[in-house]
C-alpha cells in the first residue's frame, strides 16, 4: 500500500510540473500563494522562534555548572543548535500544521465540490494551477521563514540570557560570533528547501485525491499532516546524516 500511494504521489507530481499553459497567470499565483505561506506565518514563526532561543539559552546554562566553561559557550551551542536543526526543523513541523492543513482542506474542497472536475473538463492542467504554484511559494518562502526563525532564536537567547542572568549580553555575542562555520548555513537552507517542497506537495497530494464530503476532507488534512511531519522528520536525518 505504501508503495501504491507512493506512486500516486509521484505521477501527480507529473502532471503538476508540466509545461504551463500560460505563465503570466502561474506567476500571479505563486506571488499569491508566497503572500499566503510567507507573510502570512511570519508573526507565528517570530513568536515561537523567539521562545526556543530564550528557553535554549537557560537550559544550555542550566547544564554548563563547571566553572572551567566559559560562558560564551552559552551563545555558540545556541547558535549551532538553532541553524542546524531548531531553526529549519522546528519552523517546518509548525508550518505543516498552519500551511499543509489549509493546503489539503483547500484542495480537497475543490475535489468534493467538482471544482477540479470542471477545471479538467475545460482542459486545464488542474493540478499544475492548483498545486505548482504553492510548491513554488514554498520552497521560495520556508528558506525565508528558516532564516528569520533562526536570526529570532539568538535574539531571543540573548534576552533570555540577560533576563535570566544566566549569561551576560556581552559574553552570549563573543559565542555567536567565535567559531561560526559557513557550512552550516549551507546545511540549514538544504533543509529548508527540501521541507518546503514537503509542506506544499504532501498535503496537496492528499487534498487532491480525497472523496467523499466535509468529513473526509477534514480526515485528509489530518492525514496530510500526519504524513508531512514524518516526511520532514526523516528527510531531516537524511540531510544530516549526508551533509554533515
Known amino acids: 500500500m505504501i508503495f501504491y500511494y507512493f506512486g500516486e504521489y509521484l505521477l501527480l507530481l507529473k502532471k503538476v510540473f508540466r509545461k504551463p499553459e500560460k505563465m503570466k497567470i502561474y506567476l500571479k499565483e505563486v506571488f499569491h500563494e508566497m503572500t499566503e505561506i510567507g507573510v502570512g506565518s511570519l508573526g507565528l514563526i517570530v513568536i515561537i522562534s523567539t521562545f526556543i532561543g530564550a528557553v535554549m539559552t537557560m537550559q544550555i546554562a542550566f547544564q554548563l555548572v563547571s566553572d572551567l ?3 560564551s559557550v552559552i551563545g555558540q551551542i545556541n547558535r549551532d543548535s538553532n541553524i542546524l536543526e531548531l531553526g529549519p526543523t522546528i519552523s517546518a513541523l509548525v508550518l505543516m500544521g498552519k500551511v499543509g492543513s489549509s493546503i489539503s482542506s483547500q484542495i480537497g474542497s475543490m475535489r468534493v465540490t467538482e471544482q477540479i472536475d470542471a477545471l479538467e473538463i475545460m482542459g486545464i492542467n488542474a493540478a499544475g494551477y492548483l498545486i505548482l504554484p504553492k510548491i513554488i511559494a514554498g520552497v521560495i518562502m520556508v528558506p525565508v521563514l528558516v532564516i528569520v526563525a533562526i536570526a529570532c532564536a539568538l535574539v531571543g537567547g540573548l534576552l533570555g540570557g540577560a533576563l535570566s542572568g544566566a549569561v551576560t549580553p556581552d559574553d552570549y555575542i ?26 506544499t506537495s504532501v498535503p496537496a497530494y492528499k487534498g487532491f485525491y480525497v472523496r467523499g464530503g466535509a468529513l473526509e ?7 496530510a499532516v500526519v504524513i ?16 554533515l
Open 174 to 199: 563573543e559565542g555567536i560570533r567565535g567559531g561560526f562555520n559557513g557550512f552550516t548555513m549551507v546545511v540549514a537552507m538544504v533543509k529548508a528547501t527540501v521541507f518546503g517542497f514537503i509542506i
Open 217 to 223: 476532507v477534514g480526515q485528509a488534512g489530518t492525514r
Open 228 to 243: 508531512g511531519c514524518i516526511s520532514i522528520l526523516a528527510c531531516d536525518y537524511l540531510i544530516t546524516a549526508l551533509m
Open 69 to 71: 566553561i566559559p560562558t
